[in-house]
């Protein structure tokens, strides 16, 4: 049972322009939603969170989007730039006694190219 | 600020061993989640810590087990190692769980099973 499926096993982008990295789950309890990036022989790091209670959350170059009836985010990188070729995760955070617990996704490799 | 640690980052170990693995938070977190992470099921919770109790549990066997200790540091612990237990184990900190902050990674202990 996947909750949480990235649809885009990987993603091309020329340096400058947009990327746009999908996600979509189907448990309703989710309601705290954090993306991180993950470069080889390192963990995951944390890149952007978004409540539930929002639709939209803006951190410089990054922006996740939230549309929780279609239960469906999107995180929008602009301008991308090489050095953000990585895997990106979705990870939904549920809340009541779900205590530590990410559920991601299997994650998009995104590549950047100069 | 120094990050999630920990230790160590390689190990092997043949059928049937057991290991223990450890992870020191972020300074000040005192939430620990342990992750899994292989090619083919991605990464899956393991277990979360807060105050020395484990308050979540994912869905793996008893030979998966963790303690954390007075200061937050955590240990995970796996018996009768199974070819299949190779993988990257992750450590997570957050200075609080449930309460919609950012677990922060460790880079991870790759263990292969011989």
């Known amino acids: 049972d996947q909750q949480v499926k990235q649809n885009s096993p990987s993603l091309s982008v020329q340096e400058g322009r947009i990327s746009i990295l999908n996600c979509d789950y189907t448990?309703?309890?989710?309601?705290?939603f954090l993306w991180y990036k993950k470069y080889p022989a390192e963990g995951p790091t944390f890149l952007i969170s978004?409540?539930?209670?929002?639709d939209k959350n803006e951190d410089g170059r990054f922006t996740v989007f939230l549309n929780k009836s279609a239960k469906h985010l999107s995180l929008h990188i602009v301008p991308s730039q090489p050095g953000d070729s990585a895997v990106y995760f979705c990870?939904?955070?549920?809340?009541?006694?779900?205590?530590?617990?990410?559920?991601f996704g299997q994650g998009t490799i995104l590549t950047v190219h100069p | 600020k120094a990050g999630v640690t920990q230790t160590p980052r390689y190990l092997i170990k043949t059928r049937g061993q057991q290991v223990t693995l450890s992870c020191s938070p972020i300074?000040?977190?005192?939430?620990v989640s342990w992750y899994q992470q292989t090619p083919g099921q991605g990464l899956q919770f393991l277990f979360e810590?807060?105050?020395?109790?484990?308050?979540n549990k994912g869905n793996f066997p008893g030979r998966f087990s963790g303690r954390q200790f007075s200061n937050s540091r955590s240990e995970m612990n796996v018996s009768t190692l199974e070819l299949g237990d190779s993988a990257l184990y992750l450590c997570?900190?957050?200075?609080?769980?449930?309460?919609?902050?950012?677990?922060?990674f460790g880079d991870g202990t790759r263990l292969s099973i011989l």
């Open positions: 448990n309703s309890m989710f309601d705290y």
């Open positions: 810590y807060f105050s020395e109790t484990q308050r």
């Open positions: 997570a900190s957050s200075p609080l769980s449930g309460l919609n902050q950012p677990q922060h």
């Open positions: 978004i409540s539930s209670i929002k």
């Open positions: 990870a939904p955070h549920a809340g009541g006694t779900s205590y530590g617990k990410l559920t």
């Open positions: 300074s000040g977190h005192r939430s």
